[in-house]
């Protein structure tokens, strides 16, 4: 079992910055691939960022692609997602997920899940 639990979100104006963070315990972070997705009311959860074991690999949501970074430190069991220039449009409840099915991108392969935090950019 992982348990994942993320902060850093709030209320923040139109190209603003924000750093999520998703902290793990219960096992060590570097067995699984990190992603982030959010959910937007009304929609379905959907895709951000993904990030390997090692961190060597990366890969972004062509929406949110040039404007955000996602990184982990596994001495720390941290997964981090650094997102610059926001949108009223980014406004949503952010997800950190764990996979051990590898380099995967829809929600349904991801095991654990925190319980969200939310970003809301105001116009």
């Known amino acids: 079992q992982v348990q994942l639990v993320e902060s850093g979100g709030g209320l923040v104006q139109a190209g603003g910055s924000l750093r999520l963070s998703c902290a793990a315990s219960?096992?060590?972070?570097?067995?699984?691939?990190m992603g982030w997705f959010r959910q937007a009311p009304g929609k379905e959860r959907e895709f951000v960022a993904l990030?390997?074991?090692?961190?060597?690999?990366?890969t972004y949501a062509d929406s949110i692609k040039g404007r955000i970074t996602i990184s982990r430190d596994n001495a720390k069991n941290t997964v981090y997602l650094q997102m610059n220039s926001l949108k009223p449009e980014d406004t949503a409840v952010y997800y950190c997920?764990?996979?051990?099915?590898?380099?995967?991108?829809?929600?349904?392969?991801?095991?654990?899940w925190g319980q969200g935090t939310q970003v809301t950019v105001s116009s």
């Open positions: 990030i390997s074991r090692s961190g060597g690999y990366t």
């Open positions: 997920a764990a996979t051990l099915s590898g380099l995967v991108t829809t929600a349904i392969r991801y095991d654990y």
């Open positions: 219960g096992r060590t972070l570097s067995n699984y691939a």
